[in-house]
């Protein structure tokens, strides 16, 4: 009976491996070594397609930035309703993969999806009427907020252990201990409380410049 044949090496198969390590044990799982051997391959074939381990996670990062759905910038969205809904994508993304975050916090240095990400965010504010300097700094607040959401859990930090919060030292506290178990729906909500607050004082601003257009 014939051996069943090895499945092609390619840089897919590479960063798909490349990126369940690092979803599942974190940055530092990353290896050429570890990679190869769970892909099944010598450690020197990797080199066909990627030169240093730093390239490999570069491509990772790079195939989480292409997860971020763009199409409210195209499809004639207002400029707020585009970004609200351009950040609830962004940070689903970055949540299914949040130990890649700190490679994107980088930038984009010249990763294609991350480059057309922020092409994408800043010619619609541009063509929405903001100038390119204050487009350009509603581009990297909203990369501020959705990456700081992604990187932790305001309710997953609490302990379930109610005497961690001794209303003696922390009158305020009380409840602190029942917070990780509703982790999920109060991280979402206030994710959606910032967003909200950010886009209103950016709306006012946009008066602004609208009326000094």
Do not use: C
């Amino acid at each position: 009976m014939a051996r069943p044949r090895k499945p092609l090496l390619s840089t897919d198969r590479i960063v798909e491996t490349a990126r369940a390590l690092v979803d599942a044990e974190g940055l530092t799982a990353v290896s050429t070594r570890r990679l190869a051997a769970e892909l099944g391959v010598s450690g020197p074939s990797l080199y066909n397609h990627f030169r240093t381990k730093d390239e490999i996670l570069e491509a990772v990062a790079d195939s989480v930035s292409a997860q971020v759905d763009l199409s409210m910038f195209e499809d004639g969205r207002d400029w707020r309703t585009a970004l609200h809904d351009w950040a609830v994508s962004y940070r689903d993304a970055l949540r299914d993969h949040p130990n890649i975050v700190p490679v994107l916090a980088r930038g984009p240095g010249r990763r294609p999806a991350a480059l057309r990400l922020a092409d994408a965010a800043y010619g619609a504010m541009v063509e929405a009427g903001w100038p390119p300097a204050q487009a350009t700094s509603i581009g990297a607040l909203m990369r501020y907020f959705i990456m700081g959401s992604a990187l932790g859990s305001f309710a997953g930090g609490f302990v379930g252990d109610a005497s961690a919060y001794d209303p003696a030292d922390y009158p305020h506290l009380g409840q602190a201990h029942l917070l990780a178990e509703q982790q999920e729906k109060i991280d979402d909500r206030a994710f959606e409380t910032g967003l909200t607050a950010l886009l209103d004082g950016l709306a006012l601003q946009y008066e602004q410049v609208r009326q000094h257009a």
